[in-house]
């Protein structure tokens, strides 16, 4: 079963701040403490338990710059990772028992042989954020050896266990009072020995290509949001799993849109008649052009807000508004007969036709007074 985003879980954008965090976690530890949903104390504790664990990660800077950076394969053991899991050993490897397992001996620690997870940064503009694209990518990275299979051995021979460590990987070395394990020097803690190494890649199992892969990006992603692709990242050594590859997306600037989460703001400029007499403009929206209607008398940075012409909000569902702000534009460039009939516009006008600035020049000489 898919694990939820922890922002998601509680509640907050990938942006909020330690103090938001905190107060989302307790607001929803409250709500669904199991003592105060006795009617439905099993779905209460599966979800209690649910918002501890995005509280930990979050509140911990460490895993927190772990989990954006590779979601939840950065913080989950279990995933072969990057840490996380129990801080006493098992599952996620590190921790207390593989601490004490190098320094007196024992432990159970096995060779690594999964692949390392990679990351791409993909640039796409606004439309292609909004409506959701596929793009085409081109990455390097490490692929199974067709030759060997993986194995790392030459064709018709096969692997043996290093007969040093046992097949463990590790040996132990004494230090004065202390027995300490280090990587075998036999098979460079692989637990392994080829002795007729392949010849097309080395005896390492992988080889390095290029792999072009198709990446389905979804209607309303923003800027740091990250798209996992299991099994794509590099080949393990010798046979070992696949690492993932991470695809963190950056939305180019727009030149006319500003995103605001799901909203888009843009500047209209109007001219001074039809901000004066009324009328209407176009105004543009990611995919067409609009006519709203300006009433007589609209000022500068007015807003017309645009309902369901926004983004697609990618999890909760709904789409954002477009706010158009208007903003009227001098005349300039004016010859002498334009000026003298502003000039005589301008005398026959009375404070009536200016109660803003009325207002403002009252207070102003209030004030000085």
């Known amino acids: 079963?898919?694990?939820?985003?922890?922002?998601?879980?509680?509640?907050?954008?990938?942006?909020?701040?330690?103090?938001?965090?905190?107060?989302?976690?307790?607001?929803?530890?409250?709500?669904?403490?199991?003592?105060?949903?006795?009617?439905?104390?099993?779905?209460?504790?599966k979800k209690f338990k649910e918002i501890q664990k995005a509280y930990a990660i979050l509140s911990d800077s460490q895993k927190r710059q772990a989990y954006d950076q590779f979601g939840h394969a950065g913080v989950d053991g279990s995933a072969g990772g990057f840490g996380?899991?129990?801080?006493?050993?098992?599952?996620?490897?590190?921790g207390f028992g593989d601490i004490f397992g190098d320094i007196f001996g024992g432990g159970n620690?096995?060779?690594?042989?999964?692949?390392?997870?990679?990351?791409?940064?993909l640039e796409i503009n606004l439309k292609e954020a909004?409506?959701?694209?596929?793009?085409?990518?081109?990455?390097?990275?490490?692929?199974?050896?067709?030759?060997?299979?993986?194995?790392?051995?030459?064709?018709?021979?096969?692997?043996?266990?290093?007969?040093?460590?046992?097949?463990?990987?590790q040996v132990q070395v004494q230090q004065g009072f202390f027995a300490v394990q280090r990587p075998c020097h036999v098979c460079s803690g692989t637990?392994?020995?080829?002795?007729?190494?392949?010849?097309?890649?080395?005896?390492?199992?992988?080889?390095?290509?290029?792999?072009t892969l198709s990446v389905?990006?979804?209607?309303?992603?923003?800027?740091?949001n990250r798209i996992r692709l299991s099994g794509e990242g590099e080949a393990g050594a010798r046979g070992g799993p696949s690492g993932d590859l991470y695809v963190e997306v950056h939305v180019k600037k727009h030149n006319i849109f500003q995103r605001e989460g799901?909203?888009?703001?843009?500047?209209?400029?109007?001219?001074?008649?039809?901000?004066?007499?009324?009328?209407?403009?176009?105004?543009?929206?990611?995919?067409?052009?609009?006519?709203?209607?300006?009433?007589?008398?609209?000022?500068?940075?007015?807003?017309?807000?645009?309902?369901?012409?926004g983004i697609k909000a990618i999890r909760q569902g709904g789409t954002g508004d477009l706010l158009c702000q208007v903003k009227i534009e001098t005349p300039v460039n004016l010859n002498k007969k334009q000026k003298d009939l502003l000039k005589e516009f301008s005398g026959s006008c009375g404070k009536k036709h200016h109660?803003?600035?009325?207002?403002?020049?009252g207070k102003m000489k209030s004030f000085f007074e």
Do not use: W
């Open 1 to 45: 079963m898919s694990k939820r985003d922890y922002y998601e879980v509680l509640g907050v954008d990938k942006g909020a701040d330690d103090k938001q965090i905190k107060k989302a976690y307790k607001r929803l530890a409250m709500k669904h403490h199991p003592d105060r949903n006795a009617d439905d104390k099993t779905s209460a504790e």
């Open 216 to 224: 389905k990006i979804p209607a309303g992603v923003d800027t740091g």
């Open 130 to 169: 909004a409506e959701g694209t596929t793009v085409k990518i081109r990455i390097p990275k490490n692929e199974t050896c067709d030759t060997c299979s993986g194995s790392g051995a030459k064709p018709g021979t096969s692997v043996k266990t290093c007969t040093t460590c046992g097949g463990h990987g």
């Open 84 to 94: 996380g899991g129990s801080p006493f050993g098992g599952g996620g490897g590190g």
């Open 355 to 361: 109660p803003e600035s009325s207002s403002f020049f």
């Open 109 to 121: 620690a096995q060779p690594d042989n999964r692949g390392s997870d990679l990351r791409y940064d």
């Open 191 to 211: 637990g392994q020995k080829i002795e007729k190494p392949c010849g097309t890649c080395g005896g390492q199992g992988v080889v390095k290509k290029q792999k």
């Open 262 to 309: 799901n909203d888009l703001y843009c500047e209209v400029p109007i001219d001074f008649a039809t901000a004066t007499l009324g009328g209407s403009i176009e105004v543009p929206t990611l995919s067409s052009k609009l006519k709203i209607k300006v009433p007589a008398g609209t000022q500068t940075g007015k807003l017309f807000r645009l309902r369901g012409k």
